[in-house]
Nanobody, 123 residues
Framework: QVQLVESGGGLVQAGGSLRLSCAASRRTSSTIVMGWFRQAPGQAREFVAAISWSNGNTYYADSIKGRFTISRDDAKNTVDLQMNSLKPDDTAVYYC????????????????WGQGTQVTVSS
């Protein structure tokens, strides 16, 4: 199983930016898609964005489309999430995940997870 480690979370004011990074220990047959999810207190974990390792195709949740950008670095086995125009509603723990099914928003399709990194957006 692949190990995933997130970094880059923190506290930022509304309108600001943060860049999250996820380092994968290796690429395997179970890392077809790399994604980001988030979970706010008392809320379910929700899909944010995902990218195909093979061709770099991406897809996003409607709530963050146009503000967040997911990218990958093949040489470093990292996947980044650039978050701009942050809002207080973006406050959550952000998780990196690896899965098999490109196009899926369902957490059940992602079998490997990082420990999460906290993002707090103040108003």
């Amino acid at each position: 199983q692949v190990q995933l480690v997130e970094s880059g979370g923190g506290l930022v004011q509304a309108g600001g930016s943060l860049r999250l990074s996820c380092a994968a220990s290796r690429r395997t047959s179970s890392t077809i898609v790399m994604g980001w999810f988030r979970q706010a207190p008392g809320q379910a974990r929700e899909f944010v964005a995902a990218i195909s390792w093979s061709n770099g195709n991406t897809y996003y949740a409607d709530s963050i489309k146009g503000r967040f950008t997911i990218s990958r670095d093949d040489a470093k086995n990292t996947v980044d999430l650039q978050m701009n125009s942050l809002k207080p509603d973006d406050t959550a723990v952000y998780y990196c995940a690896a899965g098999l099914n490109y196009g899926s928003h369902w957490r059940g399709d992602f079998g490997s997870w990082g420990q999460g990194t906290q993002v707090t957006v103040s108003s």
